[in-house]
């Protein structure tokens, strides 16, 4: 049995819903189970909405209107036969969005992001469930959010594992017998209470890996729009180098640095089973691709992650005390408590230095917290270069034209915080 993982790019018109089926139908008769996330840039378009709504802000309709011509304009080129039931599945997704939208909140922002964005991966998923059935290549829709269960912490929840593997076992992998392909929902999950969250960011690539946690597959495969893992995001970099194999330990820190190809959580799960982990090009299927794999393999190339969209805080005790551990502790719960992820940190006797990324929502609740007890200064609009495999020639050349406001490097990694100038 295999995990598959299709993102956002992979499915982003119906040109590229055609292309994953022509890939599905080389593996026909395989155990696969095909986790797909939202398409195109639904996920961006649906946290606008989320924002709207909840400040009350009329917008929300024309958002939420966006969203749906872009998937029916999608369904419109998919399936000439307008009998399919595709068409209503699909509307009724959109009445019962349209109904939340009409009421008050009721609960947190995070709550109602959750209740909000996770439809993008339930359209997707029904869309592509259906074209596929009728294309020769037979599925099973599964929703996941009966089967990954979370706790309610909205926008990022906590798998329960042990309640998770459970349901694997007594209601998905049944199902497998008699139908060897599932297509279901990357990103979210439910709680007891029947609520769905979410499990952060792109957060595809960890629901394959946790499934095939849970199923004990052989092998995941995450088909990206890159032929696979590179030293450096070809975005921001030229002459990027493709890394044919990958050890988990150097995978894992190149993701948790902000590698954008692989979900940093996603490696912990295969590690676990030592299942490996392909990442491969979905327009060059026939293309080998990275493996992540066990083995002994030292990555020694020089990689770049580059993070944009960073603020750095500078946190200072209002009474002048030192930044001592009991000044830490209470800093670091105040982060853990807002879900707020540390990139990198410096401290000096009275100012502890945080970059972090510049999620508004999540920042000034933090900020408004932090500011109780401590002075705190920030810089917004700067970048996080991390380096791994550095030299000094690297440094200098990634540095130029920009001002450096931290620098840190440990024997492997080297990593700036900088501004352009
Ligand atoms: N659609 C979600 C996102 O864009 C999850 C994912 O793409 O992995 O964050
Ligand atoms: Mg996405």
Not at 35 to 46: E, H, I, P
Not at 225 to 233: I, K, M, R
């Amino acid at each position: 049995m295999q995990v598959f993982k299709f993102g956002g790019a992979s499915v982003k018109d119906a040109q590229a819903v055609e292309n994953v089926s022509k890939i599905l139908k080389k593996y026909l008769g395989q155990k696969t189970i095909v986790v797909v996330s939202a398409m195109g840039k639904t996920t961006n378009l649906l946290e606008a909405l989320a924002k709207a709504y909840f400040h009350g802000q009329e917008q929300k309709f024309d958002l939420l209107q966006q969203v749906k011509n872009y998937h029916f304009q999608i369904i419109e080129q998919l399936f000439r036969d307008k009998q399919n039931a595709v068409y209503d599945e699909v509307e009724n997704v959109f009445v019962e969005m349209l109904w939340n939208i009409e009421e008050e909140p009721s609960g947190s922002f995070s709550f109602h992001y959750d209740q909000i964005v996770s439809l993008g991966e339930v359209l997707s998923t029904k869309i592509i469930s259906h074209y596929l059935n009728s294309n020769q290549c037979a599925n099973y829709w599964l929703d996941i959010r009966g089967i990954l269960q979370t706790d309610n912490t909205y926008r990022e929840g906590k798998v329960d594992y042990a309640l998770s593997e459970a349901l694997v076992n007594s209601d998905l992998l049944p199902l497998m017998q008699n139908h060897s392909m599932l297509v279901t929902q990357g990103f979210i999950g439910g709680t007891s209470e029947n609520y769905t969250t979410t499990l952060g960011r792109e957060g595809s690539d960890y629901t394959a890996a946790l499934l095939a946690y849970f199923a004990n597959a052989e092998k995941v495969v995450i088909w990206k729009d890159v032929p696979g893992v590179l030293n450096a995001d070809p975005k921001y970099f030229k002459n990027t180098k493709k890394i044919d194999e990958l050890g988990y330990h150097d995978a894992i820190e190149l993701t948790y640095f902000g590698a954008s190809v692989i979900h940093p959580k996603t490696i912990k799960p295969l590690q676990n089973k030592n299942i490996p982990l392909y990442v491969r090009s979905f327009l060059k299927p026939e293309d080998e691709g990275t493996v992540i794999k066990d083995g002994e393999k030292r990555n020694t190339v020089t990689s770049f992650i580059f993070k944009t969209n960073q603020i750095l805080l500078s946190i200072q005790p209002k009474d002048f005390s030192f930044i001592a551990e009991d000044n830490l502790s209470l800093i670091f719960a105040l982060f853990s408590k807002h879900n707020v992820r540390v990139n990198m940190m410096h401290n000096s006797a009275i100012s502890f230095s945080v970059c972090v990324d510049h999620d508004e929502e999540k920042i000034n609740a933090l900020l408004e917290e932090l500011h109780q007890q401590f002075k705190v200064l920030y810089n917004t609009d700067v970048q996080l270069m991390t380096i791994r495999n550095y030299n000094p020639e690297i440094i200098t050349k990634l540095s130029e034209n920009k001002l450096v406001l931290l620098e840190q490097r440990s024997r492997n990694t080297h990593q700036m915080v900088m501004k352009d100038v």
